[in-house]
């Protein structure tokens, strides 16, 4: 192979790994992980209109009411980052959750006083949901932004530094036979 073309084979490999991930989120189904980041959204959207919007009284009733289900979608969440981040799970799931609010609050922003005319019906449609799976696919079905880098369907498998650093030296050096 030329090294132009092992050059070219190096950088694609580069990018799958780096991509991956972001990649499969448009093509997954349903997974446990994609149903929390769904619902942790959904939560994050509610508290972002109840503190813009002076509803803090409507998000303390759905976290009340849903409370075992958000408990069990943040255990999932949970999982998800320690797989993806191994001990840099917390601060993984720390910045998820400030990148989170920030594009959410940015996005209220945007919209200015219509952000709340848009959102406080939200409180009305989580208020008749029964369960858990009702409550999963409303979040599915919302328009709720995400960090793009951390929209997935589940967990990669972890990879260390080194071995991540062996397999991408690997595709762009191929052995010869």
Do not use: W
């Not at 919007?53 to 979608?73: G, H, S």
């Not at 690997?170 to 036979?177: D, E, I, L």
Request: proline share 4%; with cysteine.
């Amino acid at each position: 192979m030329s090294f132009p073309m092992r050059r070219i084979v190096a950088g694609l490999a580069i990018a799958s790994l780096l991509s991956g991930p972001a990649m499969a989120a448009g093509q997954c189904g349903i997974s446990s992980a994609r149903q929390a980041f769904d619902v942790q959204g959904l939560k994050s959207e509610l508290m972002v209109t109840a503190l813009s919007c002076n509803m803090q009284d409507r998000y303390n009733a759905f976290i009340e009411k849903f409370r075992p289900d958000l408990t069990a979608q943040e255990v999932a969440l949970n999982g998800y980052f320690r797989t993806a981040y191994g001990r840099g799970a917390q601060n993984a799931h720390d910045d998820y959750i400030t990148q989170l609010a920030n594009v959410q609050s940015e996005r209220g922003l945007k919209a200015g006083v219509a952000f709340c005319q848009q959102r406080v019906a939200m409180f009305d449609e989580v208020a008749v949901l029964r369960d858990a799976t009702d409550l999963g696919g409303y979040a599915e079905a919302k328009d709720i932004v995400q960090p793009a880098s951390y929209e997935t369907c589940a967990a990669p498998e972890a990879m260390s530094h080194p071995a991540r650093v062996r397999r991408i030296k690997a595709m762009a050096h191929p052995k010869r036979g």
